[in-house]
């Protein structure tokens, strides 16, 4: 079993991607901000639609299902994402922010997982 974890961003705008192998699938939690927690969860694999749960409320959706995409994509493999990332009252340049260190992350973790 292979962990691999990753950091893009500083400060309250450092966003973290940690990955578990489970066999032949992929679990992959991503958090940041002040209050890392789990808002969202999303499935993909290749060939399949994309589940998502999210919470009342919460916006990660756009993370977990995106990272989930692109990382099934990426390993051909069935991916589970759960993500929660949180500022409060941010700004929509801070959410742009944490978005593109979160697309940061997951690019960094399929180099990773897939020797690119």
Same mark, same amino acid.
Do not use: D, P, Y
């Given at each position: 079993m292979a962990d691999h974890s990753v950091l893009c961003g500083e400060g309250r705008y450092r966003?973290?991607?940690d990955l578990m192998e489970a066999g032949d699938d992929l679990l992959i939690l991503i958090g940041g901000g002040e209050c890392p927690h789990i808002g969202s969860v999303s499935l993909a694999e290749p060939g399949c639609s994309t589940k998502t749960i999210s919470s009342p409320g919460h916006k990660e959706r756009?993370?977990?299902?995106?990272?989930?995409?692109? #990382?099934? $994509?990426?390993? !051909?493999?069935?991916?589970?994402?759960?993500?929660?990332?949180?500022?409060d009252n941010a700004s929509k340049?801070?959410?742009?922010?944490?978005?593109?260190?979160?697309?940061?992350?997951?690019?960094?973790? #399929?180099? $990773?997982?897939? !020797?690119?």
């Open positions: 966003v973290w991607a756009i993370v977990t299902t995106s990272a989930s995409e692109m #990382i099934a $994509k990426a390993t !051909g493999k069935r991916c589970l994402v759960a993500a929660g990332i949180h500022i340049e801070e959410i742009a922010l944490l978005l593109a260190n979160s697309e940061a992350c997951i690019r960094l973790l #399929i180099q $990773k997982v897939s !020797g690119r």
